[in-house]
Structures are given as structure tokens and as C-alpha cells.
């Protein structure tokens, strides 16, 4: 069974940085694109980012562009999200995600998911 355990999160200023990590298992993680969304409270879970299992392609959501970074590290198995000049409309639980095939948008396309990680950023 795909396991997938994210850390990093906590709370930090308005402005401020935070790394989050995504440890996979039982998979062959070179193979896939890996999914970062996010979901705040009272709202559906997004998109934030994906990279392929090279590395070479990666996707953000526009509202990220140019602050978050994805990227990974195959041979320790983990996906990570470099996530600078934080704003409050990014608190949310951070999860990573893996599908059989490929990367999507809609969540409800995922079926391995992390336990999660919350993101708190003060104003």
C-alpha cells in the first residue's frame, strides 16, 4: 500500500517561509508525478503543484506562480514544497497526492493521499 507522509508545516509571519517535505513508500516514486493541494477551512481542496518523476516538468496553480517551488528528490523518495513570501489566504492543510497515471487537477482523480500538514500564517 502507497504511503505518504508530509511534514514541515507550522506557523509562520505574513511574508515569511516554510518547507514541506512528502515521503513516499511503496512505490516506485522515480516513476510518478507527484501532487501537492492544499485545502482551507470551509473551502473544496485545490491544486497547488506537480513535477513530474524526472523533475523536468511542473505545473503551479497561477495564485503560486513565482513563490512556491516544487521539486524532489528520488533518491531519498520525497517531494518537497519551498513556499516563500507566504500570504494568509495560504493557510490551509497542505496534502501530497499520487495517481496511477499522470497528474490532474481534481482531486477526487487521486487515490493515495498524505495525512496532511497545517500551514498557519499570521497577518
Known amino acids: 500500500q502507497v504511503q505518504l507522509v508530509e511534514s514541515g508545516g507550522g506557523l509562520v509571519q505574513t511574508g515569511g517561509s516554510l518547507r514541506l517535505s512528502c515521503a513516499a513508500s511503496?512505490?516506485?516514486?522515480?516513476?510518478?508525478?507527484m501532487t501537492w493541494f492544499r485545502q482551507a477551512p470551509g473551502k473544496e481542496r485545490e491544486f497547488v503543484a506537480a513535477?513530474?518523476?524526472?523533475?523536468?516538468?511542473?505545473y503551479y496553480t497561477d495564485s503560486v506562480k513565482g513563490r512556491f517551488t516544487i521539486s524532489r528528490d528520488n533518491t531519498k523518495n520525497t517531494v518537497y514544497l519551498q513556499m516563500n513570501s507566504l500570504k494568509p489566504e495560504d493557510a490551509a492543510v497542505y496534502y501530497c497526492?499520487?495517481?496511477?497515471?499522470?497528474?490532474?487537477?481534481?482531486?477526487?482523480?487521486?487515490?493515495?493521499w498524505g495525512q496532511g500538514t497545517q500551514v498557519t500564517v499570521s497577518s
Open positions: 497526492a499520487v495517481r496511477p497515471l499522470g497528474w490532474r487537477t481534481n482531486p477526487g482523480m487521486y487515490p493515495y
Open positions: 513535477i513530474s518523476g524526472s523533475g523536468d516538468t511542473i
Open positions: 511503496e512505490l516506485t516514486f522515480s516513476s510518478y508525478f
